[in-house]
């Protein structure tokens, strides 16, 4: 059974970490505003087992005039659950929760072989790619959720 619940920012670290901080010390999958009441984290189960997570922070890239906005950090789905689709279920959840708290765009930095997930998905590339750290080349990618600015 496949359920979609909110959870802690330290319940996201047994996704984050294998995929997407894979060799790094655990602390490395804390960001910065998780435990922030405002954030809301997501996690997508599989009978009780944690797939898949994602983030919302409210956040605001200055690149965008858009007023409200939120962005998405640290989604993830463990490597044996990928390209079943469980990606797409947690990013439309965030798009729900976006359009719910009348955010007008959604924006995140997508690393570069993320980039034709979400863009099948409607996002687009905004700006030219730069270099995080050790982690690789990104894009800074967004969607509005509301056309209405």
């Known amino acids: ?40 984290h997501l996690g997508l189960y599989i009978n009780c087992a944690l797939i898949g997570v994602v983030s919302l922070f409210k956040n605001k890239n200055e690149a965008f005039d858009d007023k409200t906005q939120l962005q998405i950090r640290g989604m993830a789905v463990l490597k044996h659950h990928q390209k079943r689709g469980y990606g797409e279920k947690l990013l439309h959840e965030a798009e729900e929760i976006a359009k719910k708290y009348k955010c007008n765009l959604l924006w995140f930095n997508a690393r570069e072989k993320a980039v034709p997930f979400y863009e099948k998905a409607g996002y687009s590339i905004h700006g030219k790619p730069f270099e995080i750290g050790d982690i690789g080349t990104h894009f800074v990618m967004y969607k509005k959720t509301n056309p209405i600015s």
Not at 32 to 40: A, R
């Open 1 to 40: 059974m496949l359920t979609l619940k909110e959870i802690t920012a330290l319940d996201t670290f047994s996704v984050r970490h294998p995929v997407l901080r894979e060799g790094k010390p655990l602390e490395s999958c804390h960001f910065e505003g998780d435990n922030l009441q405002s954030t809301i």
